[in-house]
């Protein structure tokens, strides 16, 4: 019995530190926008968060975007979307003989609500806006472990060898039931470079009370 039960306490922890796969499916603006707005116009704040070095002139930035709460009679009502976007169109490092790529985008997020994006009367997690908006480059993976969700990318975008010839990733979109933050994303590029970057994300829900508490 006690064997068992440290096989189960092996599987559980593997399974944590590896991470939940999440649902991703790709969508269309504007019409995506209906999930979260009557009249399919979504509104919200943005910030953009610098990717590069003092040196460097040109910039690449990570934006998040806070969506306002989702209208009452749409599949969002009262929950807030959350949109991320990697940019290194016009970065470029001084003497950089060989691209740099990003690897993988991680948010403490927190619990994700699932919705029917793609309308295949599914639910899933993540959206990525992959006509009808910006971008050229879609993430291969979405995955949580804890409170934390890491975006994999095809070692891609990458720097460009002038400005204006790096690559964006498409907005990839997901759901929460709480209100934003403004939190630490951490991105990693394919030399293993780690950024840390302003970004907004849900504010952690409140503790659950014991019902003995209550």
Same mark, same amino acid.
Not at 24 to 42: D, E, M, R, Y
Not at 53 to 73: D, N
Not at 163 to 174: H, M, R, T
């Given at each position: 019995?006690?064997?068992?039960?440290? &096989? &189960?306490?092996?599987?559980?922890? +593997?399974? !944590? /530190? /590896?991470?939940?796969?999440?649902?991703?499916?790709?969508?269309?603006?504007?019409?995506?926008?209906?999930?979260?707005?009557?009249?399919?116009?979504? !509104?919200?704040?943005?910030?953009?968060?610098? &990717?590069?070095? %003092?040196?460097?002139? +040109?910039?690449?930035?990570?934006?998040?975007?806070?969506?306002?709460?989702?209208? =009452?009679?749409?599949?969002?009502?009262?929950?807030?979307?959350?949109?991320?976007? &990697?940019?290194?169109?016009?970065?470029?490092? %001084?003497?950089?003989?060989?691209?740099?790529?990003? +690897?993988?985008?991680?948010?403490?997020?927190? =619990?994700?609500?699932?919705?029917?994006?793609?309308?295949?009367?599914?639910?899933?997690?993540?959206?990525?806006? !992959?006509?009808?908006?910006?971008?050229?480059? +879609? %993430?291969?993976?979405?995955?949580?472990?804890?409170?934390?969700?890491?975006?994999?990318? =095809?070692?891609? %975008?990458? !720097?460009?060898?002038?400005?204006?010839?790096?690559e964006s990733s498409f907005f990839v979109g997901l759901v929460s039931a709480q209100t934003s933050k403004t939190v630490a994303a951490r991105l990693k590029t394919t030399a293993d470079a780690v950024l840390s970057l302003n970004a907004y994300a849900p504010v952690p829900p409140p503790p659950v009370q014991p019902s003995w508490k209550k």
């Amino acid at each position: 019995m006690k064997r068992l039960a440290l &096989i &189960i306490l092996f599987l559980f922890t +593997a399974g !944590t /530190l /590896l991470g939940a796969p999440l649902k991703l499916v790709n969508v269309s603006a504007p019409k995506i926008n209906c999930k979260f707005s009557t009249n399919c116009q979504t !509104t919200g704040q943005d910030m953009t968060s610098d &990717i590069g070095a %003092p040196e460097i002139k +040109a910039k690449g930035f990570l934006q998040s975007r806070a969506l306002t709460v989702g209208q =009452p009679g749409t599949a969002a009502a009262g929950l807030y979307g959350y949109l991320y976007r &990697i940019d290194l169109t016009n970065l470029v490092a %001084p003497g950089l003989k060989a691209k740099t790529c990003v +690897a993988t985008l991680s948010i403490e997020f927190g =619990p994700v609500k699932s919705l029917d994006y793609d309308g295949d009367g599914s639910l899933d997690q993540v959206f990525v806006i !992959t006509s009808g908006g910006l971008g050229t480059v +879609a %993430p291969v993976s979405a995955t949580q472990t804890g409170n934390v969700i890491t975006f994999t990318f =095809p070692s891609h %975008p990458c !720097t460009g060898t002038m400005s204006g010839k790096g690559e964006s990733s498409f907005f990839v979109g997901l759901v929460s039931a709480q209100t934003s933050k403004t939190v630490a994303a951490r991105l990693k590029t394919t030399a293993d470079a780690v950024l840390s970057l302003n970004a907004y994300a849900p504010v952690p829900p409140p503790p659950v009370q014991p019902s003995w508490k209550k």
